[in-house]
């Protein structure tokens, strides 16, 4: 990752769906903002064991959201579990889901517990797509406008 930017990291369970849209859609919008601003987005999982062996990497919802979107998703990665130098790297952590995400990272990183941001974006078991991928682009929108702000002053 470049040191020529700030960073955000969202973190979700799998690194499959939710994180991988947020990132997507940050860094698609990030780019284009007059000027440009000078962070990017990377995601990574609290438990990728749990996406099922070979459901691909990526999901096709985040996949087909963003082919809507115009937002070109072909150089996709498969998910990355979450270490202490990504956290150590961000100058913005995000979780997900504050019920699903908070206990994960107490017993993997009590430190960090704490110190990050927690949405409230449901993941598909409990809510679908069409409801949770428009939810996290507008709270990603909010962050870009709240980040444009700090930048102009």
């Known amino acids: 990752m ?3 930017f700030s960073h955000v990291l969202f973190i979700c369970t799998g690194n499959y769906y939710r994180s991988r849209f947020a990132e997507y859609v940050f860094n698609y919008h990030a780019i284009r903002t007059q000027p440009a601003l000078p962070w990017r987005a990377f995601s990574r999982g609290l438990a ?3 996406v099922s062996p070979g459901a691909g990497h ?5 996949l087909q959201a963003l082919s809507d979107k115009g937002i070109d998703a ?3 990665r498969p998910p990355i579990a979450l270490g202490e130098q990504d956290l150590a790297l961000a ?3 995000i979780a997900l889901k504050h019920a699903e995400h908070h206990p994960l990272m107490g017993k993997k990183f009590p430190h960090w517990q704490e110190r990050i941001e927690y949405w409230h974006v449901h993941d598909i078991d409990y809510a679908h ?7 996290i682009e507008s709270l990603v929108a909010a962050l870009l406008a709240a980040l444009t702000a700090e930048q102009t002053g």
């Open 48 to 50: 990728i064991d749990q």
């Open 91 to 93: 100058g913005r952590v």
């Open 129 to 135: 797509p069409d409801q949770a991928l428009p939810e």
């Open 2 to 4: 470049s040191s020529d």
């Open 58 to 62: 990526l999901s096709p919802f985040t």
């Open 74 to 76: 072909a150089a996709y």
